[in-house]
């Protein structure tokens, strides 16, 4: 199989994956930031750094949901199996925060991290079956590699004291 790289419909024919790296690269800004102010910074305390960062996780969770619905869309056909998997995990974003409010951010830290590495796995399943770009995918897999050392470094700071 061919991999055919998409272009920007900005009609400057920038290549889509450019721009999406870069824009996963933004993305990473509040998670990034998010361990430094947990680790030296003096402005908000660890456990809100850490409930902040979930619920911008929750926002990509979902998000990558609706990227991966809108690649098996375009192709006019999808297993049924990846238009669920590719729903699943905003479906536990959404409870997980709920959950974290009121039992603790320890059990939305928890099923946020299971959530981002099912979209994940929901990526690596849409490159076999043909509707993941492999360029896409090898970023997805970088800025999920990002996302959770940033979510786990906070946590683990909270953790350590």
């Not at 990509?60 to 297993?79: E, K, T």
């Not at 699943?88 to 997980?96: D, G, K, N, R, T």
């Not at 959950?99 to 928890?110: E, I």
Request: hydrophobic share 55%; with cysteine; proline share 5%.
């Amino acid at each position: 199989m061919t991999d055919t790289k998409p272009k920007s419909p900005a009609g400057n024919g920038a290549p889509a994956l450019l721009l999406a790296a870069g824009l996963g690269l933004l993305a990473l800004v509040p998670f990034v930031a998010g361990v430094y102010e947990a680790y030296v910074g003096t402005t908000l305390l660890p456990e809100r750094v850490l409930h902040i960062a979930l619920v911008y996780l929750a926002t990509i969770v979902s998000f990558i949901g609706g990227v991966q619905w809108g690649l098996m869309l375009a192709r006019g056909r999808a297993p049924a199996l990846d238009m669920v998997l590719g729903v699943v995990p905003a479906l536990i974003a959404w409870p997980a925060l709920l959950l974290g409010q009121v039992w603790g951010d320890a059990w939305a830290f928890g099923l946020l991290l299971v959530a981002l590495i099912l979209a994940w796995g929901a990526d690596e399943r849409g490159h076999r079956q043909g509707w993941q770009h492999t360029g896409f995918l090898q970023l997805r897999r970088v800025l999920t590699i990002v996302v959770a050392g940033c979510v786990i470094a906070i946590g683990w700071h909270i953790v350590r004291g």
